[in-house]
């Protein structure tokens, strides 16, 4: 699994009408991390996936600048971190905090990546010191190519 590289992890669908986004911490080895996910409402399918150690308007951006070069610019849909207005400001992209079905979407997609992510480390706990977490993204892009092929078929 250290050597699985996606070509991309990637919507086949070419119809995106909005980006729904939101964060979430996650303990991996004896550190939190934050879990940032994107998905689209209609199919469900998970856009894009990153960490970080951090969570601001920095990361935020970097975030949507990734899905921004990916897929173009969509009407954003997060909760109520401050960080996504000055970063959607910024990148000159429509913002609004999640509506109840919004909300309902995103919060049943962290669950059920939150709950397998820390199953995952529970079996293969990360034991270096100072780790960059590398294997913990690699792990999230072959989960997400297998949550996104299983929607597809």
């Known amino acids: 699994m250290q050597k699985y590289k996606p070509q991309k992890v990637s919507s086949k669908r070419k119809k995106i009408e909005e980006f ?24 469900r399918q998970v856009l894009h996936i990153d960490i970080s150690f951090e969570r601001n308007m920095l990361v935020a951006e970097r975030f949507l600048s990734y899905l921004i070069d ?3 610019k969509h009407h954003i849909s997060t909760g109520g971190g401050t960080w996504y ?16 079905f919004e909300k309902s979407i995103i919060e049943i997609t962290m669950q059920y990546i939150k709950d397998r992510t820390e199953s995952f480390d529970d079996y293969f706990p990360c ?7 590398k294997h ?3 792990w999230f892009f072959l989960f997400i190519d297998q949550h996104n092929g299983e929607l597809l078929s």
Do not use: M, R
Request: with cysteine; charged share 25%.
């Open 127 to 133: 034991k270096k010191n100072n780790c960059k977490l």
């Open 85 to 100: 207005p000055q970063a959607c400001k910024f990148l000159k992209i429509k913002h609004h905090t999640h509506s109840p």
């Open 20 to 43: 729904i986004i939101d964060e979430t911490q996650v303990k991996v080895g004896s550190q939190y991390i934050w879990l940032w996910v994107a998905i689209e409402p209609k199919h």
């Open 136 to 138: 913990v993204k690699q």
């Open 70 to 72: 990916k897929y173009g």
